[in-house]
């Protein structure tokens, strides 16, 4: 599914992120990605879906070589891996309805086929009632939300989540927990980058703790292991 080996990212500044780093994740797991500030982990989420390239080492995601894959093709990895971002990054001018029905027609999905796929993952997410309403008229909780639904309405085997909790109360970001409890438990695997130590201590995965661009821990069903 994800696999990593002897992955460096050296950034033309000199800085070196990510250093000879070796990992695999299986379809079906949920893993959370922790480690202080500067540790490497923006840098480990966006080689995964080639937001950066690798310098050496060898990653494959989905089937695809992300070291050799050309750029007409990388359209079709991300095709496979939906990706949430702390900001949730919606379209202000566009409804609810429209943001998430917008990834199924950017890639050629027939209209009823996105009618009834949106609808679908908008009850999943809870927001059927919604579909009318632009971005600034909802909560922080409620677009993310709807960024999840967006996320995931192509059905993609891999979800990354970039520290998806991050802008939210304590209240809002349990549920949006539980929602990725629920889509992880429909098969898809889930990355989560989070510097949310009460959600990683109290909801039990496999921990990855990255330091200086290194593995330092990985432990199923692990804690946060930091000072908040």
């Known amino acids: 599914m994800i696999e990593m080996k002897k992955v460096t990212k050296k950034y033309s500044n000199g800085t070196t992120a990510i250093r000879n780093l070796s990992i695999t994740i299986n379809q079906g797991e949920f893993v959370y990605v922790v480690g202080p500030s500067g540790a490497g982990k923006s840098t480990f989420i966006k080689l995964m879906y080639r937001e950066e390239v690798a310098t050496k080492g060898t990653l494959n995601v989905c089937g695809y070589d992300l070291l050799t894959i050309k750029n007409r093709n990388v359209p079709y990895l991300r095709r496979e891996i939906g990706i949430v971002f702390q900001d949730y990054k919606l379209l202000p001018q566009k409804t609810v309805y429209e943001n998430v029905a917008y990834a199924m027609q950017v890639i050629g999905k027939k209209p009823r086929e996105v009618k009834r796929r949106v609808l679908e993952v908008l009850d999943l997410v809870g927001l059927k009632h919604k579909v009318r309403v632009f971005p600034d008229e909802l909560s922080g909780g409620e677009q993310q939300r709807v960024a999840i639904a967006r996320a995931i309405v192509n059905t993609p085997k891999v979800l990354i989540a970039d520290e998806p909790t991050g802008n939210l109360d304590p209240e809002n970001s349990w549920e949006i927990m539980e929602l990725l409890e629920r889509i992880n438990n429909q098969g898809t695997t889930v990355v ?14 496999r921990v990855l703790a990255i330091e200086n661009g290194r593995i330092t821990r990985d432990q199923d069903e692990g804690d946060y292991g930091y000072d908040d």
Do not use: K, L, Q, Y
């Open 192 to 205: 989560m980058a989070t510097h949310n130590s009460t959600i990683v201590n109290e909801i039990r995965h």
